[in-house]
């Protein structure tokens, strides 16, 4: 009895230290807000995201290129929040950046209210967190980080309080609608607990709780015909040796320990704590956080300092919030002063910077300190002295009737959110459907797998003719046309769809039926500009249609310029008549042409034909 009764007591005094008090934890969250602002930027990459969003909100589809259907982001529930938030405020820079600090305080809160199991854990996981400057840095930048704090908080606030899988499942599956290969810090988790959950119709529930992933996956699939992001297939698909990236993968590492230490320290303290105090129910996240771990190591890292680092350093902090056991307040000082120490022994703490950081640079292994090499341009703090930083477009290129063409660019984030319409076509694959199955360059940057124009791809951009001199390229080319830019239910783009995700690559020799549904025909005048001379004379020029680069036959052309309509003919004389004037005189003849191909597609060209009058002769429409 006395046992139980102490037993009881015991149970209910840690039940009382498992919440962090009101006041301690407003404090703490203060503090780390005030950190966070001091460090808050939007980062280049977000811009990519923000461009799509616009074109959404404008209706013109969740699109990059609005002439094409291609899914340039890598995390659907962000960009959708984003795109809800931005449908009111319209602009992308405070939203994001709100909306990042809202979930990275709802995080923490969820650990310091409903994870963690001894207040005594407080103090040192804030100051981790402070100091951690992957965890600071991705706290705003526009990306999809804090978001994925807030979903794992969640996710093991249920996890360690709830039997039921179900809805287990349906944030497990928000994560991996947030950034797929997120999945790996949690699916360890939601297997166990799939397993402990007795209830009989406990697989309904998981089927249940998967509905929000699938349903991405399925609009994904209709939509842009492929199942994961076009990014995925950029980075994935590189030629690169898998050894390579391995290796870069461990430079990844090594420069988080240079610039970041606390932040993969403190993982790997977490990480043999479970281990040694055997706490088998932690030992789950600790196989997710060790299996996300090594799949950043096998890809290569990536060139943003940290970034793929936050997420398991998180996960990390919330099981040490559940390290109760080895806990007193001796221990509790020491390991703060001890994240203190290492926090403060980088480079450029956390806690120090400001409006004005120092310049960071691409290291010779390719990883950059993202924040500080786009803060002094996107940061926080830099609007009260330089204003609203300008979106800087490329130069449009024009031809000589005003029409901008399609160009190529490296840089397709802050540029590409400024460039309007305009096509841009992406080097680095991540918005390109056809470059991203093609092999990037030998000299490559870890997230930057440039690849080389196919000659002709630009001219068919602009003209909407496969000119792609490479037979395979132009067939590869067709068939993404038909998946990325044709009408979504036609049986053609699904035979397609299910060939490109089967990996069928056509080649030169395949027959594929043209799915281009407008032409373009060289619309030619000469001379130009055309001229009238002498009484009721014939304008002395020719138009010609006759030099289509149409890949179907054009069986019929019919021009129409001032009330007049030539049918079937390619190549005729303006029949313009005129009268005697005493003035010389210019005028503008809108002269269209009608082309019909031999799959029934048909489209028109209009022009203004320049037609100048000399000596007696006036021009008369």
Not at 8 to 26: E, G, I
Not at 223 to 245: D, E, H, I, M, Q
Not at 306 to 320: D, H, K, S, T
Not at 476 to 483: F, G, P, S
Request: charged residues 15%; contains cysteine.
């Amino acid at each position: 009895m006395l046992t139980a009764v102490c037993a009881d007591h015991t149970a209910t005094r840690a039940n009382d230290r498992s919440h962090v008090p009101p006041v301690p934890l407003f404090a703490g969250l203060t503090v780390v807000l005030l950190v966070i602002v001091r460090n808050a930027w939007v980062s280049e990459d977000a811009y990519i995201t923000f461009r799509t969003i616009h074109n959404f909100v404008n209706g013109d589809g969740l699109r990059w290129n609005v002439d094409e259907r291609v899914q340039a982001y890598t995390h659907p529930l962000w960009m959708l929040v984003v795109a809800g938030v931005y449908r009111f405020t319209g602009e992308p820079y405070f939203s994001s950046i709100a909306l990042s600090i809202a979930c990275s305080l709802a995080a923490i809160w969820i650990v310091m209210r409903r994870i963690i199991t001894d207040r005594l854990l407080a103090l040192p996981l804030f100051v981790t967190l402070i100091f951690s400057k992957a965890f600071i840095d991705y706290s705003t930048s526009g990306l999809e980080n804090a978001l994925l704090f807030a979903l794992l908080a969640l996710f093991y606030a249920l996890y360690f309080r709830s039997r039921h899988c179900g809805w287990l499942t349906a944030v497990a599956a928000l994560v991996g609608m947030t950034r797929i290969d997120a999945l790996l810090l949690v699916l360890p988790s939601l297997a166990s607990a799939i397993k402990r959950d007795r209830d009989p119709h406990r697989w309904l529930h998981v089927a249940a709780g998967l509905l929000p992933l699938a349903s991405w996956e399925a609009f994904s699939i209709v939509y842009y015909g492929f199942p994961f992001p076009n990014t995925a297939y950029a980075k994935l698909a590189t030629g690169v040796r898998g050894s390579a990236l391995a290796m870069q993968g461990v430079r990844y590492l090594v420069d988080s320990l240079r610039n970041d230490t606390i932040t993969l320290t403190a993982t790997a303290v977490v990480g043999v704590l479970c281990v040694a105090r055997r706490e088998l129910a932690l030992h789950p996240l600790s196989i997710g956080i060790a299996l996300y771990v090594a799949y950043v190591v096998l890809v290569g890292g990536d060139f943003m300092s940290g970034r793929f680092l936050a997420a398991p350093f998180f996960c990390a902090m919330i099981a040490a919030s559940r390290l109760d056991a080895v806990i007193d307040r001796r221990s509790a000082a020491l390991a703060s002063v001890a994240s203190a120490a290492l926090g403060l022994l980088v480079p450029v703490p956390t806690i120090v910077s400001g409006a004005d950081p120092p310049r960071a640079w691409v290291e010779p292994s390719g990883i950059a300190d993202e924040r500080r090499y786009y803060y002094h341009l996107t940061g926080l703090l830099r609007l009260p002295a330089d204003g609203p930083w300008p979106v800087i477009p490329p130069p449009p290129v024009r031809d000589g009737d005003g029409v901008v063409h399609a160009f190529v660019s490296s840089n397709i984030g802050i540029s590409g959110f400024g460039a309007g319409s305009a096509h841009i076509i992406d080097d680095l694959a991540l918005a390109d459907a056809l470059l991203a199955r093609l092999p990037a360059k030998p000299d490559w940057r870890i997230g930057h797998y440039q690849r080389n124009i196919p000659e002709g791809y630009r001219e068919t951009v602009d003209a909407g003719i496969n000119h792609i001199k490479d037979p395979e390229i132009a067939a590869l080319y067709d068939e993404l046309w038909r998946v990325t830019a044709g009408p979504i239910w036609s049986w053609d783009r699904w035979r397609a769809i299910v060939r490109l995700n089967l990996g069928h690559r056509p080649t030169g020799a395949d027959r594929i039926r043209s799915p281009l549904p407008t032409l373009k025909a060289d619309f030619q005048v000469t001379p130009s500009p055309c001229t009238i001379s002498g009484v009721a004379a014939t304008v002395d020029c020719f138009v010609d249609g006759s030099r289509s680069d149409s890949i179907q036959p054009i069986t019929a052309y019919s021009w129409a310029y001032a009330g007049v309509v030539e049918a079937d003919n390619a190549r005729l004389n303006l029949r313009l008549s005129c009268s005697n004037t005493s003035a010389d005189r210019t005028a503008l003849v809108p002269v269209t042409l009608t082309v019909v191909n031999a799959a029934g597609t048909r489209d028109t060209i209009t022009k203004s034909v320049t037609i100048t009058k000399r000596n007696a002769c006036g021009y008369v429409e």
